[in-house]
């Protein structure tokens, strides 16, 4: 079930994963797409950029008319306007680069004044729009999904999340280097979202995942290790660099 293929390196890992995402928008009818954040994310989101505009004109009007994605998570109390948030992000390197309606590039609403009740609103409308067809994810050094920090339950649903150190520490380059400045906590779709997704794409790079990336290979899913949920799913496909494969 598990489909794992190792690339040269990020660049190459990047290409892939864009390649499949622009697949699964041009195919006939369509589930929304997942879409992550962080630095994984950022050559995935300029190849597909690139792999976009170098369409044929009509092929890719039909893409950006029939955009709709989902995206993960975005941190509680950050304006889409400030640029660490992940809507800044996903409007820096997708919605301006290729023009899409924002409207058509969904994420939770980090200013909702009940954080809670807006996790339950986005996986409603995410719900109401037949769920995730293909889900991009990245791999936190601490084995997290989306912000789904261990211990997590795979079927853990769209909530609001409390940030582990080592989360905020992974993230703080964002904030200045300071993790105290790090977002305390996040709406996150749950693993219960993410692996009823009808196919998931994990993108793994760099040598510092190298052990996170061992362990979700071989350790039985559980709950400490939330991204090891996804070998009980029927469909991953894990593109690795050499670097986060070999950690060397
Ligand atoms: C972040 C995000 C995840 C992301 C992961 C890895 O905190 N919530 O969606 O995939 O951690 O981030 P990076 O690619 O920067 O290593």
Not at 17 to 40: D, F, I, N, V
Not at 138 to 150: D, K
Not at 168 to 188: C, E, K, M, T, Y
């Amino acid at each position: 079930q598990l489909e794992l293929i190792q690339l040269d390196d990020p660049a190459a890992a990047a290409q892939l994963a864009a390649k499949r995402l622009l697949e699964a928008r041009s195919e006939g009818p369509q589930l929304p797409l997942g879409l992550a954040t962080g630095r994984t994310m950022e050559p995935v989101y300029a190849a597909l950029v690139s792999l976009i505009h170098a369409q044929p004109e009509a092929d890719r009007r039909a893409v950006l008319r029939n955009w709709l994605s989902f995206n993960l998570d975005d941190y509680v109390g950050l304006s889409p306007a400030d640029p660490r948030s992940f809507a800044a992000f996903m409007a820096s390197r997708l919605v301006q680069p290729l023009g899409l309606v924002s409207e058509r590039v969904r994420l939770p609403d980090a200013l909702a004044p009940d954080p809670a009740a807006e996790a339950r609103r986005y996986a409603a409308e995410l719900a109401r729009n037949g769920g995730i067809g293909l889900q991009l994810l990245g791999l936190g050094l601490n084995g997290h999904v989306g912000f789904n920090e261990p211990p997590c339950a795979a079927d853990a649903p769209c909530r609001c999340v409390e940030l582990s150190a080592m989360t905020r520490r992974q993230n703080a380059a964002a904030f200045g280097g300071d993790p105290l400045a790090v977002p305390h906590r996040a709406i996150s779709l749950g693993m219960a979202e993410i692996l009823a997704a009808r196919r998931i794409l994990l993108v793994v790079t760099g040598v510092a995942k190298a052990p996170v990336l061992r362990r979700l290979l071989t350790e039985s899913p559980s709950a400490a290790l939330p991204g090891s949920w996804l070998r009980q799913h029927p469909c991953v496909t894990v593109l690795a660099d050499r670097a986060a494969l070999t950690g060397a």
